[in-house]
């Protein structure tokens, strides 16, 4: 019999060492959120790409604002695009005008995009969707990146940018909406998405465009703004047999839909869905009620850009006008939700465990888009409140609560309506995120928080943190 030799215990590398360190560190302390969780794992992260990549670093403490590299010269600029890793793959422009080729990109984004962290739902975008997504005015055809299997022709990944113009604070500028990366399940763990990401960028700087941003879930070098998600049930039951939200007993249930219910119809007199004829006062109110409030906007400088955006398209985008009934044709508000069904992958609520064989196929979701409503009300305080106050200064303060008071009140109005409209539409939930106004609604109109957070990154520029209320910009 051969002698045994002695066992040595396996050798962990540093950076696994580092990981199991920060991992018994945040087991030993429960009372830690997510976001601190994730912030003291970023402290010792390593980001080989974007360590390489015009964007503030994790520990950098960001003072002012501004670009950090100027704008390329032509010959700086790579001609060609990136090798890819192998032969067996080629670069491709995804025509989104083409239906054959729209099919392709529905195809892989239904099978590879994002699922939550249970594999339980995953976005399930519709092709008008991406087409409304994709195809803003002037969009670059050949923003929209792909990658085929050079022998069989199949779309393997994909990376989108559409152009806009963004206010950061003072700041606008002509910046690319980064979206829509996606990798077919068997390319990743091979560095692709940074391939993809420096692709597109080259295409976009080809065009004179040097600043973008983007949205991710996970946190990278380094956000600008960090949101959560609030959700508003409108089915509850269905909710929960699909393990959207808890399992309840029938008692809790019944309770839930009674809180959850909503009136048979919408109360605001002169609410009517928008029309061409609105596109100009949209624009002007989206645009004042943007700037005023924001301190990250989007810019909209065209009709033609609100009516691509904003007026109703079935299925896809619902807008709704307050058309002042004492003077018909002067639109005093506005609010829009967008359809983004989640296909259910498998269920779990109801029965406590996950089913192979989902009942539904999916969790129809509406999500809040854009809204615009008055911001100046003559507020006066009274001689009591002034004396109250003890300065110019507070007093400053107290019309500014006044008028926010004001402005909650008509947010409330105008978003009961929404959930209704959205409810009537076949929703099961209305989603948004803590950025605008929208705190001054959720608790009373009983959202609830979410597990999810959305985190705004911009690129090739620096910008000193904004918190989630002052984000006016909708990431689709």
């Given at each position: 019999?051969?002698?045994?030799?002695?066992?040595?215990?396996?050798?962990?590398?540093?950076?696994?060492?580092?990981?199991?360190?920060?991992?018994?560190?945040?087991?030993?302390?429960?009372?830690?959120?997510?976001l601190?969780?994730?912030?003291?794992?970023?402290?010792?992260?390593?980001?080989?790409?974007?360590?390489?990549?015009?964007?503030?670093?994790?520990?950098?403490?960001?003072?002012?604002?501004?670009?950090?590299?100027?704008?390329?010269?032509?010959e700086?600029?790579?001609?060609?695009?990136?090798?890819l890793?192998?032969?067996?793959?080629?670069?491709?422009?995804?025509?989104?005008?083409?239906?054959?080729?729209?099919?392709?990109?529905y195809?892989?984004?239904?099978?590879?995009?994002?699922?939550?962290?249970?594999?339980?739902?995953?976005?399930?975008?519709?092709?008008?969707?991406?087409?409304?997504?994709l195809?803003?005015?002037?969009?670059?055809?050949?923003?929209?990146?792909?990658?085929?299997?050079?022998?069989?022709?199949?779309?393997?990944?994909?990376i989108?940018?559409?152009?806009?113009?963004m206010?950061?604070?003072?700041?606008?500028?002509?910046?690319a909406?980064?979206?829509f990366?996606?990798?077919?399940?068997?390319?990743?763990?091979?560095?692709?998405?940074?391939?993809?990401?420096?692709?597109?960028?080259?295409?976009?700087?080809?065009?004179?465009?040097?600043?973008?941003v983007?949205?991710?879930?996970?946190?990278?070098?380094?956000?600008?703004?960090?949101?959560?998600?609030f959700?508003?049930?409108?089915?509850?039951?269905k909710?929960?047999?699909?393990?959207?939200?808890?399992?309840?007993?029938?008692?809790?249930?019944?309770?839930?839909?009674?809180?959850?219910?909503?009136?048979?119809?919408?109360?605001?007199?002169?609410?009517?869905?928008?029309?061409?004829?609105?596109?100009?006062?949209?624009?002007?109110?989206?645009?004042?009620?943007?700037?005023?409030?924001?301190?990250?906007?989007?810019?909209?400088?065209?009709?033609?850009?609100?009516?691509?955006?904003?007026?109703?398209?079935?299925?896809v985008?619902?807008?709704?006008?307050?058309?002042?009934?004492?003077?018909?044709?002067?639109?005093?508000d506005?609010?829009?939700?967008?359809?983004?069904?989640?296909?259910?992958?498998?269920?779990?609520?109801?029965?406590?465990?996950?089913?192979?064989?989902?009942?539904?196929?999916?969790?129809?979701?509406?999500?809040?888009?854009?809204?615009?409503?008055?911001?100046?009300?003559?507020?006066?305080?009274?001689?009591?409140?002034?004396?109250?106050?003890g300065?110019?200064?507070?007093?400053?303060?107290?019309?500014?609560?006044?008028?926010?008071?004001?402005?909650?009140?008509?947010?409330?109005?105008?978003?009961?309506?929404?959930?209704?409209?959205?409810?009537?539409?076949?929703?099961?939930?209305?989603?948004?995120?803590?950025m605008?106004?929208?705190?001054?609604?959720?608790?009373?109109?009983?959202?609830?928080?979410?597990?999810?957070?959305?985190?705004?990154?911009?690129?090739?520029?620096?910008?000193?943190?904004?918190?989630?209320?002052?984000?006016?910009?909708?990431?689709?």
């Amino acid at each position: 019999m051969a002698e045994k030799k002695d066992e040595q215990p396996a050798m962990l590398s540093t950076e696994k060492l580092r990981e199991l360190i920060r991992s018994l560190d945040m087991q030993a302390d429960p009372t830690r959120t997510r976001l601190e969780r994730e912030a003291a794992a970023e402290k010792d992260a390593v980001h080989e790409f974007w360590s390489t990549q015009p964007v503030p670093q994790s520990s950098e403490v960001v003072k002012r604002d501004g670009a950090l590299h100027p704008p390329l010269a032509p010959e700086q600029i790579p001609q060609e695009p990136y090798a890819l890793p192998t032969d067996a793959m080629e670069w491709c422009v995804v025509d989104v005008e083409d239906a054959g080729e729209m099919k392709e990109l529905y195809s892989l984004l239904t099978e590879n995009y994002v699922e939550d962290s249970d594999s339980m739902f995953r976005f399930n975008y519709s092709a008008d969707f991406l087409t409304w997504a994709l195809m803003p005015p002037g969009y670059q055809p050949e923003w929209h990146v792909g990658v085929r299997d050079a022998s069989t022709k199949k779309l393997i990944a994909f990376i989108s940018g559409v152009p806009l113009d963004m206010m950061v604070r003072d700041k606008t500028m002509a910046m690319a909406e980064i979206n829509f990366l996606c990798l077919h399940k068997s390319l990743r763990g091979q560095r692709m998405t940074p391939l993809l990401i420096k692709e597109v960028t080259r295409r976009i700087h080809l065009k004179g465009v040097f600043q973008a941003v983007y949205t991710v879930g996970k946190l990278l070098p380094k956000p600008v703004s960090t949101c959560r998600y609030f959700h508003r049930s409108l089915d509850p039951k269905k909710l929960m047999e699909t393990g959207f939200s808890q399992k309840l007993s029938a008692p809790e249930l019944a309770k839930v839909v009674s809180a959850m219910r909503l009136p048979a119809a919408t109360a605001l007199p002169g609410l009517r869905l928008m029309r061409k004829g609105d596109l100009g006062q949209v624009r002007k109110l989206l645009n004042r009620f943007l700037k005023r409030r924001f301190e990250i906007v989007p810019v909209f400088r065209t009709d033609a850009e609100i009516a691509h955006w904003l007026m109703p398209r079935s299925g896809v985008v619902w807008t709704y006008v307050v058309d002042d009934p004492e003077r018909p044709g002067r639109i005093t508000d506005f609010f829009s939700f967008y359809s983004l069904p989640s296909a259910v992958l498998k269920e779990g609520g109801a029965r406590g465990r996950a089913s192979a064989r989902p009942t539904y196929k999916s969790v129809n979701a509406a999500y809040l888009f854009y809204y615009g409503t008055r911001d100046e009300y003559d507020v006066v305080l009274s001689d009591a409140e002034k004396q109250g106050c003890g300065g110019a200064k507070q007093e400053k303060q107290l019309l500014k609560a006044k008028t926010n008071a004001l402005i909650k009140e008509r947010l409330l109005a105008l978003m009961g309506d929404a959930l209704v409209l959205a409810k009537n539409s076949g929703f099961d939930v209305f989603n948004c995120l803590d950025m605008m106004d929208n705190s001054m609604f959720i608790r009373e109109l009983r959202f609830g928080p979410g597990d999810g957070y959305l985190r705004y990154y911009l690129y090739n520029y620096r910008a000193r943190e904004i918190e989630s209320p002052r984000v006016g910009f909708v990431m689709l």
